[in-house]
C-alpha cells in the first residue's frame, strides 16, 4: 500500500512490520524516450514477516508504465549471453520436445528465442516494441488477461526473469504464476539479491535501487517464505552477477567501493585518514553516491517446484 508519504505496508505480504535498514538516499532523475522522471528521496524497508527489501518512495505508478512503453529493451540483448540466462538455458535443454513454457515478461523473447523450434513458447510483454520482435522470432505473445485461459492446461515451465523488482504487488503475480504450473512443473525468478549486499547501511545507494524502475530486492528467507505460502517447493538456488564484466572492471569496481565507504564523512579512523591523502583515490569522498558494483553475486536465479501430487494451489489472501 502507497500513500502520499510513501509506503506503508510491505509490498509482498502488506505486513506494517517494516523497519528502515541503513541511511537514506536522495532523490534522483531519470530520462527515457524522451521523457524526464524522478526517484523522490527514500528509505530501504524490510519485512519482518516475509524477509522483503523495498523502496518507501517510488516513482508514480501511471508514470511507470509510460516509462516501461518507452524504454528500449533492445539494450538487453547481450552477445554472450547473461550469466543469469545460462542458468535458465541449462533447466530448458532438460525439457522435452513439445513441452508448454511460458516466459512473463519476455521482451524481445531473447531468453526463448533459441528455444522456439523445439518447445512451444509463449510470452506476456507489455512494451509493444518488444512484444513485436518477440512475436517474429516465434514465441506466441499473450496479453496478462489471456493467461487465465491456460490454467486448465497449465505449463511445464515458467520464466520470471528482470521482473520482480519491478512488481508493486509481488507475491500476486507469483501466486498466478503458480497456479498456472502442471503438477511437477518449475518456476524459475530471476532478481536482485539482498543478501549479496554486504554493507547495508548503504544499501539505498547500492546501484540496483539506483534503477528508477526498481522497486524491490529479495532476500532468501523471502524466498523461502514464497514457496511456502504457495505451496511449492524451492529445488534450487543460483547466486551469480547479472553481468560477465572483464577482470579488470571488477577489481576497479570493488576499488571505488571500498574507496567511498572508507572516505564517508562519518569514517574517521585512522585508515580513513590515511586514504584521503592518496591521490585520486581521495575523491571518492566528493561522490555524491555509492559507485556502480554490478560485478558481485547480487543475482539470484530462483527455481521452485509444483509437487508432482500436489492439491490446487494456494492464492493470496
Not at 538487453?76 to 512473463?104: A, I, K, M, N
Amino acid at each position: 500500500m502507497t500513500e502520499a508519504g510513501g509506503v506503508t505496508q510491505c509490498l509482498a505480504c502488506a505486513s506494517p512490520e517494516t523497519t528502515p535498514v541503513g541511511a537514506s538516499a536522495k532523490g534522483f532523475d531519470s530520462d527515457e524516450g524522451g521523457r524526464r522522471y524522478r526517484q523522490p528521496d527514500y528509505d530501504i524497508l524490510y519485512c519482518a514477516q516475509c524477509g522483503l527489501y523495498f523502496k518507501s518512495h517510488t516513482i508514480d505508478l501511471t508514470a511507470l508504465d509510460d516509462y516501461y512503453q518507452r524504454h528500449d529493451s533492445q539494450i538487453y540483448e547481450y552477445g554472450e549471453r547473461f550469466p543469469t540466462d545460462q542458468h535458465l538455458d541449462r533447466y530448458l535443454s532438460r525439457l522435452p520436445d513439445g513441452s508448454r513454457v511460458l516466459d512473463f515478461g519476455c521482451s524481445t523473447g531473447r531468453i526463448l528465442k533459441s528455444a522456439t523450434s523445439r518447445l512451444d513458447c509463449y510470452g506476456v510483454e507489455p512494451n509493444r516494441t518488444a512484444a513485436a520482435i518477440a512475436s517474429a522470432r516465434g514465441i506466441q505473445v499473450i496479453s496478462g488477461s489471456q493467461l487465465a485461459s491456460h490454467e486448465r492446461t497449465g505449463f511445464d515451465a515458467i520464466i520470471l526473469s528482470d521482473v520482480y523488482e519491478h512488481l508493486p504487488h509481488p507475491a500476486e503475480l507469483f501466486a498466478q504464476l503458480a497456479r498456472l504450473l502442471k503438477p511437477g512443473a518449475w518456476l524459475a525468478v530471476v532478481t536482485g539479491n539482498a543478501d549479496a549486499v554486504r554493507n547495508k547501511d548503504l544499501i539505498a545507494e547500492f546501484w540496483y535501487f539506483r534503477v528508477p524502475a526498481h522497486l524491490l530486492m529479495l532476500s532468501g528467507r523471502h524466498l523461502r517464505w514464497l514457496a511456502n505460502r504457495f505451496g511449492l517447493e524451492l529445488a534450487a538456488l543460483h547466486a551469480c552477477s547479472h553481468y560477465d564484466r572483464a577482470a579488470v572492471e571488477r577489481v576497479m569496481q570493488h576499488v571505488r567501493s571500498a574507496a567511498y565507504t572508507w572516505l564517508r564523512p562519518q569514517q574517521t579512523g585512522l585508515f580513513s585518514q590515511m586514504l584521503r591523502a592518496i591521490p585520486f583515490i581521495n575523491r571518492a569522498s566528493e561522490w555524491p553516491n555509492a559507485p556502480v558494483l554490478d560485478c558481485t553475486r547480487d543475482h539470484v536465479v530462483a527455481v521452485f517446484r509444483r509437487p508432482a501430487l500436489s492439491a490446487p494451489l494456494d492464492t493470496l489472501t
